[in-house]
């Protein structure tokens, strides 16, 4: 965006004659395309940095599902049951505390209780 607008201010100076000068062309010129320009608020990046950040958390408590060694590993440190089927209802609980994960399951089980039966 930057440099296309560099490129059709370089091309006006460089094409532009004393005599011909128009001080409107120039200023549209050098500004900005904004056509592809987004605008986001500062509360909504904020929501969207708070979302990768559970997000990044539920995968990480989610990990544990797939290869539990993790947290069986530090199972007695939070006090959780050191064995893989003790450990599983734990990390549910937890994977369930997440808004964005329980938001995923409700959506989910709305789709289910809406299929048309056959």
């Known amino acids: 965006m930057l440099k296309a607008r560099d490129r ?6 460089q094409s532009a004659k ?7 062309e120039l200023w549209s010129t050098i500004q900005f395309d904004d056509s592809g ?6 509360a909504e990046l904020e929501g969207a940095a708070r979302d990768l950040h559970e997000t990044e958390h539920m995968l990480t408590v989610y990990g544990m599902v797939l290869d539990p060694s993790v947290g069986l590993i530090n199972a007695k440190a939070i006090g959780v049951p050191d064995t893989r089927e003790g450990l599983l209802p734990h990390i549910l609980a937890k994977l369930n ?10 959506v989910v089980k709305a789709k289910k209780n809406h299929r048309p039966t056959e």
């Open 8 to 13: 059709r201010a370089a091309a006006y100076y």
């Open 18 to 24: 004393p005599e011909t000068f128009d001080p409107e």
């Open 97 to 106: 505390e997440g808004r964005l994960f329980s938001d995923a399951i409700g």
């Open 37 to 42: 320009m987004l605008a986001y608020s500062q």
